[in-house]
């Protein structure tokens, strides 16, 4: 029994979003990250980039691929210098947009320009995959809509997770078998750092 005026029920709408928070807080989704640099210090910035990810609060690593040297994949050949490529695994709290919404910030810390598609940049970071999440949302496609047809992500995926698919497409090594690996080589003289 409650007579104090200023104590209004919680309505149920807001008592499920709550609920809602908890059950994601208590229940970390596994993410995968592809990260790929073509200007400037290309093995600094991803560093930078897989560093950055770490200290996001509701984030942690869990594994960070092998470094691949990519020729430039959508564009004229020549018209941009090579790329390296990378993927890292996520674990988080954080929903799909957030995470989204924090790779975007480390691309905006790493000064990237956005002018032309597909264009040279200092730093992207995409979202291939989370958990089993499937959208067809424009802002936020899950999983990544390219990722299937992309040795750049693919190649360094399977490294990590060799048993890793993608939903809607299948298990990564069969996507990978069949882009090839042409376009694509592991740079065994420089690794990635595993933030501790
Ligand atoms: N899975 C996803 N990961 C990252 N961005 C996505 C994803 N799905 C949709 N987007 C949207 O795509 C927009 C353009 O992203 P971006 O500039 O990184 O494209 P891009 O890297 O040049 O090309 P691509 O999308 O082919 O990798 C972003 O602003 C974002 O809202
Ligand atoms: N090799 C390579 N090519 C690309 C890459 C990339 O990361 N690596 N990213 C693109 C847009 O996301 C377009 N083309």
Known sequence: MSSDPTVQPVPASVERKVDDADTTLQNPKWAVVALGSN??????????AVDALEDTPGLRVKA????????PWGVEPGSQP???????????????VSLLERGHAIEEAF?????????????????VSYQDVVSD????????????ERAFVLAPWHDVD???????RGPV?????????????????VELRLPE
Request: glycine content about 6%.
């Open 39 to 48: 200007l400037g210090n290309r093995l600094e910035t991803l560093q930078g």
């Open 162 to 168: 060799p048993a890793a698919e993608l939903p809607g």
């Open 137 to 148: 949302d424009p802002q936020l496609t899950l999983p990544h809509p390219r990722a299937h």
């Open 64 to 71: 960070v691929s092998p470094v691949y040297e990519t020729e």
């Open 82 to 96: 090579n790329y390296l490529n990378a993927v890292v695994l996520v674990k988080t709290t954080l929903p799909p």
């Open 111 to 127: 000064e990237r320009v956005r002018d032309e598609r597909w264009g040279p940049r200092t730093i992207d970071v995409d979202i």
């Open 173 to 189: 090594t069969q996507l990978l078998a069949h882009v090839g690996h042409a376009g694509v080589r592991p740079r065994v003289d």
